[in-house]
């Protein structure tokens, strides 16, 4: 019924199938759906994922369909060419969980409590497994199994094979070796041409030492094994997600917008001491005194009514943040004040973005993040997610100008809206 199946479309993972059909019916009206099936223990399973068409989109998928099971996007093209995607979006009811799609899949999503939480349950972890789970801060980095094991192995590996990184002892061995007789391998048939008679080494050692597992997302790195991530890619720590916003259309779609790291951009604010961690798509934690810029996959046109709006979580008392909002990279370097606002308490922020840029209608480009600390004793932490951008007023009703457009009505100014 509905014309069910006749598009289809397969994830890149080929885990998730998507089936259209366009004449799928919702409230006794031919809006059109798609359907989406997810692959698990060797047989097709349909899940509570149905997208359905909207008043000035029907019959969807008539023209074609794709799935994108990693960030759970269905996007699907009408026969006149016309191109809209649908964002599976699944709220937590804990305010320290996002979802978490299992085997990375979007469309298998479980609550999972954020970096520094723990669930409740006896079983541990960070999964919140039925609806009476919460997270609860972890009273440690042991607790969150952040922290190494406790004691090593009681005795050592024994191998035949020499060691990859030998020792050296500043000890002598026990005994000298006695024999006058040359190497029975030797490496070359020339001795060397000097011999080396400084007590100096040979050559200088290197600038710094290996840093295993401390470099932050964005930062320089020489080896992968340096950055938490654990991903160093022409020389600098990538991390394992990219970040994005959503741009919450009138109406009422909403497009992801990811959100490149600009590396290197925004450095004259401070000395940097701290960094940045990408825990998924939708949220970042900033540590220490650090500043971070990104650059939007596709400018966002900001006029005097949008707003800006997301979650944040600050850890300690000992620091406030900034959001900034700029047109052009040549910005980042002049880093203007007024384009920033400024939050020192957690939870939910609503920002006049349009006050940010003057009241004036601009296309943003750049979204930067400062955590500034105002003490060096404690390592200050914040965590910024779902970041959102949206109009703040109802165009049927006013104009982008902010004039009631009923010509019998009267606008109202109150204080800075």
């Known amino acids: 019924p509905g014309r069910f199946g006749e598009k289809v479309a397969l994830s890149e993972s080929g885990m998730s199938l ?167 391998i030797p490496t070359t048939l020339e001795p060397t041409l000097t011999p080396t008679l400084s007590p100096e080494p040979s050559s200088p050692p290197t600038s710094s030492p290996t840093r295993i597992n401390s470099v932050f997302d964005g930062d320089p790195c020489r080896f992968s094994i340096e950055c938490k991530s654990r991903i160093c890619s022409e020389s600098v720590c990538i991390p394992k997600n990219i970040l994005s916003l959503q741009l919450e259309e009138k109406d009422g779609m909403n497009t992801q917008i990811f959100m490149l790291f600009v590396p290197r951009k925004i450095t004259p604010i401070s000395t940097t001491t701290g960094g940045v961690t990408i825990q998924d798509e939708f949220t970042m934690r900033l540590f220490g005194e650090v500043t971070k810029a990104y650059e939007l996959s596709t400018s966002i046109t900001v006029n005097r009514f949008t707003r800006l709006k997301c979650m944040v979580e600050i850890v300690s008392s000992w620091s406030e943040l900034s959001i900034c909002m700029f047109e052009r990279e040549a910005d980042l370097a002049l880093y203007a004040q007024d384009q920033c606002h400024t939050v020192s308490a957690s939870g939910e922020v609503d920002i006049n973005a349009g006050k940010l840029m003057n009241d004036k209608t601009v296309d943003v480009r750049f979204v930067a993040f400062h955590q500034k600390v105002t003490t060096t004793n404690v390592l200050a932490e914040i965590s910024i997610s779902t970041l959102s951008i949206y109009s703040g007023i109802n165009t049927s009703i006013i104009d982008e100008n902010g004039i009631c457009r009923d010509p019998n009505a009267e606008t109202v100014v109150r204080g800075d809206e």
């Open 18 to 184: 998507a089936v259209a059909s366009p004449d799928a019916m919702r409230d006794s009206i031919n809006f059109g759906a798609v359907f989406v099936f997810v692959w698990v223990d060797n047989k097709w399973r349909s899940t509570e994922s149905v997208f359905y068409g909207i008043d000035d989109l029907r019959r969807i998928g008539a023209g074609g369909i794709a799935i994108d099971d990693h960030i759970g996007l269905i996007n699907v093209r009408q026969n006149n060419g016309r191109h809209r995607s649908f964002k599976l979006e699944v709220p937590c009811d804990d305010p320290y969980a996002i979802a978490s799609g299992i085997e990375m899949n979007a469309f298998r999503p479980r609550c999972k409590c954020i970096s520094g939480y723990k669930s409740n349950n006896s079983k541990g972890g960070t999964i919140l497994r039925v609806k009476t789970d919460v997270c609860i801060r972890c009273l440690s980095t042991i607790e969150c199994g952040d922290a190494p094991t406790i004691s090593p192995t009681v005795s050592p590996t024994s191998s035949s094979e020499p060691s990859l990184r030998p020792s050296r002892s500043s000890n002598p061995s026990n005994s000298p070796s006695y024999t006058s007789a040359p190497s029975a």
